[in-house]
Structures are given as structure tokens and as C-alpha cells.
């Protein structure tokens, strides 16, 4: 009621009032009520959802499903987690389910606190990157499952010894990924890195010898798919070139990625003693999954085999 309204006058009390009035509305807190209950209720369900005991139901749980999570619109990756989920899961005694999530941080905080049993979204030396970022994650690298297709493209050659003095280069702008493009591009015999210099952690200023004077740009994953006509080369994963549109002739040196570079099930580290995350890594070493990625379509020259 405003300050300004004019009280609504009460009718003299009835015999079964008790002498009271009653003044206005019992509306306002019956409707106050019904909120707070609400708000409890959705308190409640966002701890469950985020630490809170149920979120460790699934990975503790036995006969409860497990979702490997990846990136929303990951088709290759997806294709393995449900080939896994329907072919191979059965066979250890779990039950296994994909979930996409929005971004790399989104992923790796639901696996650190349970909402999803793990994750192949990342190889090492990325997972290392986020841990940095997050010191409150905690999460590891239970095995490697795949290598992703990594390479140098070109619109323009067929070679990298065919690359021109100052030639334009893009390698990919996180400091994973750029130490991963260094490492092709001395195993293509364009530079050399400096001597002792970690090479899993290596930036363009550890190049020792760079004979064509390369140009490098550095730049994220799908700004290089893009930039790609205005440049000479670039070292990128070749799922981005393929779901550009870009044809897989365009790559011109492939080396088997080392291992570092592999993709790995990344589980939550307070789970992995559990029988359940101990089953879901035993499906993810099963022989039927190489297998499938030497055969399967969906993720060829994508996700390769280990």
C-alpha cells in the first residue's frame, strides 16, 4: 500500500473474530512465502548441481550414467564418446553418455566438480594451461585415447620446402598450440629450435634459425581457417580446415603428432579411485576404440589413432 492510498475502512469485528481487525490483505505474505520457498528450493538444486552431494552420485554411484562432455557441435569427438557409450561401456559394467558443453573452461570446471564424469576435450599441455589458470580445478589426465589431426596448409602451395622467403605464417595464438605448430614446422625443416629448449612449451622467440625469415601470425582457431587465403601457411588441427570447408588436399605436411599432443580422458582427480571412473578409463584403453578410429568415417583425419 502506497503512502498515498487512502486505508480501505473494516467492518466491526465479528463474533468468531476474537476482537481483532484484520487490516488489508493476507495476499502480500502468503505470496512472500511461496518465494522464499522457491528460492530455497532453487538454492538447493544449483548445490546439488555444483558441488553438492548429488553431483557426486554419478561418479560413485554404481549403475549411475556417465557423461563425457566435449564441445557443443564437435561431431568427431561426439561420435566417439557415443560409439564408446553403445559399443563399449557395456563390456565394463558402466553406463556412459555424451553431454556438449559451451567452452573449454565450462568443461574442465564440471569435471573438477562432478557434474560430468570426464572429459577428451584437451591433450596435456592445454589441460596444464587451464590448471595454471584455475588453481582450483582439480582434474588429470587418466590416459590417452587419440591423436588429433594436426598440419600445415597452404592455398597457394603444394610443399612446404616450396614456401617463399618471408613467407606468412599462422600458428595458433595459445601457447600449447603455438609451441605444438613450432614443433611441425621443425619437423619440416623450415627452422630450428634452440638447443635445450623445452619444445612443449617452446614460443616463436626460442626459434634458433629460421632460414626463409618465416613471418608469423599468431592467431585463434577459427581466425586462421579464415585468414588462410591471405596467408602463405598456416599450422592448425584439421577438423577447423574441414568444417571450413577447406578440402584436406590443402595440407601439405602431416607428421604423426607426438605424444604429448594426444587427446586424453580427463577425469576429476577426487573420483579416480572410484570404481566407476575406473571402468569408463578401462573403456576408453579398450581395443575396440582404435579400432574404431581407424575405421569409422565420421572422424576421418580427424581424430586419429594412438
Do not use: C
Not at 502468503?30 to 561418479?59: H, P, Q, T
Not at 601457447?175 to 630450428?192: D, K, M, S, Y
Request: proline share 7%.
Amino acid at each position: 500500500m502506497s503512502d498515498t492510498e487512502t486505508p480501505t475502512p473494516t467492518a466491526p469485528p465479528a463474533d468468531d473474530d476474537h476482537g481483532f481487525t484484520t487490516r488489508g490483505s493476507r495476499r502480500p505474505l502468503i505470496i512472500g512465502v511461496v518465494v522464499l520457498v522457491v528460492l530455497v528450493v532453487a538454492g538447493f538444486v544449483g548445490w546439488r548441481a555444483f558441488g553438492g552431494s548429488d553431483a557426486k552420485a554419478a561418479n560413485e554411484t554404481a549403475g549411475a550414467t556417465l557423461l563425457v562432455a566435449t564441445t557443443e557441435g564437435n561431431a568427431a569427438e561426439q561420435a566417439l564418446i557415443e560409439f564408446v557409450a553403445k559399443e563399449v561401456a557395456p563390456k565394463h559394467g558402466i553406463t556412459v553418455a555424451f553431454k556438449g558443453l559451451a567452452d573449454s573452461t565450462t568443461i574442465n570446471r564440471a569435471v573438477s566438480e562432478g557434474e560430468v564424469a570426464a572429459t577428451v576435450y584437451q591433450h596435456k599441455l592445454w589441460l596444464g594451461q587451464v590448471l595454471q589458470a584455475n588453481p582450483d580445478f582439480r582434474e588429470e589426465a587418466a590416459t590417452p585415447v587419440f591423436r588429433w589431426g594436426f598440419g600445415l596448409f597452404s592455398d597457394k602451395y603444394t610443399d612446404p620446402r616450396q614456401l617463399p622467403q618471408n613467407a606468412k605464417v599462422s600458428l595458433y595464438s595459445d601457447p600449447a598450440n603455438e609451441a605444438q605448430g613450432l614443433w611441425f614446422l621443425e619437423r619440416a625443416g623450415l627452422i630450428t629450435l634452440k638447443p635445450g629448449v623445452n619444445k612443449w612449451q617452446a614460443t616463436v622467440k626460442d626459434i634458433a634459425t629460421n632460414p626463409k625469415n618465416l613471418q608469423f601470425t599468431l592467431l585463434d582457431f577459427a581466425a586462421q581457417t579464415r585468414a588462410l587465403p591471405d596467408l602463405d601457411a598456416a599450422v592448425g588441427y584439421t577438423e577447423y580446415y574441414l568444417a571450413a570447408g577447406v578440402s584436406i588436399e590443402k595440407e601439405i605436411f602431416a607428421p604423426p603428432a607426438p605424444d604429448e599432443f594426444a587427446g586424453q580422458l580427463t577425469i576429476g582427480t577426487r573420483w579416480k579411485d572410484t570404481e566407476n571412473i575406473k571402468n569408463l578409463v578401462a573403456a576408453f584403453k579398450d581395443p575396440a576404440v582404435q579400432e574404431f578410429l581407424r575405421t569409422d568415417p565420421r572422424v576421418k583425419d580427424i581424430l586419429l589413432p594412438l
